[in-house]
């Protein structure tokens, strides 16, 4: 009887110009590392929203972690009750079933790095999201409502 092994992981490697650019209502997102490269353990991309944005409004996930680590700018978070802006090598840690969003409420553009461990595939989540936005706008909240769903995600 053989016992099956772990694949061992890959090591990854995203050069400056590689990745998939999607553009939102919300600023510009350029996705580095993909949920299916990771066997689903880690993603990550880079969101750019520009001045007097929301970016995201009041959410939470029930399966994993979201980690924002602030590269430019000073974004306002919310993180459970509380509101704060957060500049410039800032992390903030956001585990399942708390409620966060942030947005960018200055005259200048905010770019964090986000990532969520475990990956759900928030590729395909922005894809769909930027096809919503584009189409026409009748059940638009219904809809954004089942994909929220289908990614371990809701508004509150």
Known sequence: MSESCPTTPKAHI??????????????????????????????????????????????????TTE?????EGTPTFLVGEQRQQ??????????????????NETDQRIKVLISFAPALGHDLFFKELAQLQAGPRDHYDEKVAELRARYGSRAV
């Open 67 to 71: 980690t924002f680590y602030v590269v």
């Open 86 to 103: 957060y500049g410039p090598g800032s992390v903030i840690v956001i585990p399942p079933n708390t409620v966060h969003g942030y947005s």
């Open 14 to 63: 995203s050069a400056a110009d590689q990745g998939l650019f999607i553009q939102l209502d919300g600023g510009e997102m350029l996705f580095k590392v993909f949920a299916d490269e990771t066997n689903r353990a880690f993603e990550m991309f880079e969101r750019i929203v520009p001045p007097q944005t929301l970016a995201a409004g009041a959410h939470l996930h029930t399966t």
